[in-house]
T-cell receptor
Framework: DTGVSQNPRHKITKRGQNVTFRCDPISEHNRLYWYRQTLGQGPEFLTY????????KSRLLSDRFSAERPKGSFSTLEIQRTEQGDSAMYLC??????????????FGAGTRLSVL | AQTVTQSQPEMSVQEAETVTLSCTYDTSESDYYLFWYKQPPSRQMILVIRQEAYKQQNATENRFSVNFQKAAKSFSLKISDSQLGDAAMYFC????????????FGKGTSLLVTP
């Protein structure tokens, strides 16, 4: 068990470009979450998957953002037409829905996005 | 939406001493979960301790314990025998038990541990 893995760790892009981040959850974790963290703030919830179904989306997830989790394994978060305000750390977390670890979200190290 | 407030942007403690980090939250729900997460510089966030609202007993994990005051909507974290490795950002988080699985985080408290 290697924990939640996120790639890339850093991404620098120019305004208007599209970017895609990947998250590999802990194996057998059926729930997967995306958060955004800006400097000096706590993480803010973006979206949540149970298996392959996207069950909850925050109002922060504008129409330029899309997330997928094909086959209920890894997930991707794409941002189209990036803006400078998208610069942030994007965190992924996963959890089980049963057992003693139920309700505990395990976080990855994040992908830091800088939009120039 | 539930809000979580951490009123101490920064705290400092000497090694081997005890420090308490404050957290208050606003909710109309009776059942929920509360968490403290630790985020070391440039490293991933890890769970320190959790508390189920229906449990009256305060959670304890080794040197970490909480003071959960449900009526006051307060959830403070006490770190005993502080170590240099405890230096990090600490986030308090709330999760509803029946209206979604998102964690609502506070803005965090930066803990400095001095030798």
């Amino acid at each position: 068990d290697t924990g939640v893995s996120q790639n890339p760790r850093h991404k620098i892009t120019k305004r208007g470009q599209n970017v895609t981040f990947r998250c590999d959850p802990i194996s057998e974790h059926n729930r997967l979450y995306w958060y955004r963290q800006t400097l000096g703030q706590g993480p803010e919830f973006l979206t949540y998957f149970q298996n392959e179904a996207q069950l909850e989306k925050s109002r922060l997830l504008s129409d330029r953002f899309s997330a997928e989790r094909p086959k209920g394994s890894f997930s991707t978060l794409e941002i189209q037409r990036t803006e400078q305000g998208d610069s942030a750390m994007y965190l992924c977390a996963s959890s089980l829905n049963q057992g003693i670890a139920k309700n505990i979200q395990y976080f990855g190290a994040g992908t830091r996005l800088s939009v120039l | 939406a539930q809000t979580v407030t951490q009123s101490q942007p920064e705290m400092s403690v000497q090694e081997a001493e005890t420090v308490t980090l404050s957290c208050t939250y606003d909710t109309s729900e009776s059942d929920y979960y509360l968490f403290w997460y630790k985020q070391p510089p440039s490293r991933q966030m890890i769970l320190v301790i959790r508390q189920e609202a229906y449990k009256q007993q305060n959670a304890t994990e080794n040197r970490f314990s909480v003071n959960f005051q449900k009526a006051a909507k307060s959830f403070s974290l006490k770190i005993s025998d502080s170590q240099l490795g405890d230096a990090a950002m600490y986030f308090c988080a709330y999760r509803s038990s029946d209206s979604g699985y998102a964690l609502n985080f506070g803005k965090g408290t930066s803990l400095l541990v001095t030798p």
